[in-house]
């Protein structure tokens, strides 16, 4: 099946603690993206990447870090840092700038 | 930056009437409105979207209009049915900015039996 693979589906996190969100697609698509989403609120961009080894900061990307260093690949970490991180991670993907972007189906980050 | 507002925030209809989201950007030079529909637990998925040089775009019982001169642009859903209930987002971005979306707040839709 062709699609964006978003894992772990729930995650939680210790104090101090880093964690990564997996998101991997196989529709061959160059641009990735990430967002947080808020209860009752929209998203807001954290990262995004149009090609390999290539990404840049969203509206909000202070404590987040990512890689790109496969096209299917785009790893979100979320380090000790990021003070809040209790939200619903959604990463998506677009062939290229024109083209509509589709989302997986998101992790959801808790705080333990 | 871009700033999307959208409205109503929550909208009750009785199943077979219309509902209508609007939603105002502050860019002029965005040119692509895409419409989501998020499911519980769901990531969003694209419903419909419209691009600057069309006034209107139909799918079915969607329709989306934009006006760019007064930058607002509306979803229409006619014939509501209880599984259209979930909430609905607009977006807006430039080619310009690299396609980077930026979201209305949404609007959580309930379609009453």
């Known amino acids: 099946d062709g699609g964006i693979t978003q894992s772990p589906k729930y995650l939680f996190r210790k104090e101090g603690q880093n964690v990564t969100l997996s998101c991997e697609q196989n529709l061959n698509h160059d641009a990735m993206y990430w967002y947080r989403q808020d209860p009752g609120q929209g998203l807001r961009l954290i990262y995004y990447s149009q090609i390999v080894n290539d990404f840049q900061k969203g509206d909000i990307a202070e404590g987040y870090s990512v890689s790109r260093e496969k096209k299917e690949s785009f790893p979100l970490t979320v380090t000790s840092a990021q003070k809040n991180p209790t939200a619903f991670y959604l990463c998506?993907?677009?062939?290229?700038?024109?083209?509509?972007?589709?989302f997986g189906d998101g992790t959801r980050l808790s705080i333990l | 930056g871009e700033n999307v507002e959208q409205h109503p925030s929550t909208l009750s209809v009785q199943e077979g009437d219309s509902a209508v989201i609007k939603c105002t950007y502050s860019d002029s030079a965005s040119n692509y409105f895409p419409w989501y529909k998020q499911e519980l637990g769901k990531g969003p998925q694209l419903i419909i979207d419209?691009?600057?040089?069309?006034g209107e775009k139909k799918d079915q019982r969607i329709a989306v209009t934009l006006n760019k001169t007064a930058k607002h642009f509306s979803l229409h859903i006619t014939e509501t049915q209880p599984e259209d209930s979930a909430v609905y987002f607009c977006?807006?971005?430039?080619?310009?900015?690299?396609?980077?979306?930026?979201f209305g707040g949404g609007t959580r839709v309930l379609v009453k039996p």
């Open positions: 998506a993907t677009t062939p290229d700038r024109g083209q509509p972007q589709h």
């Open positions: 419209i691009r600057s040089n069309v």
């Open positions: 977006a807006a971005s430039k080619r310009a900015a690299g396609n980077k979306l930026t």
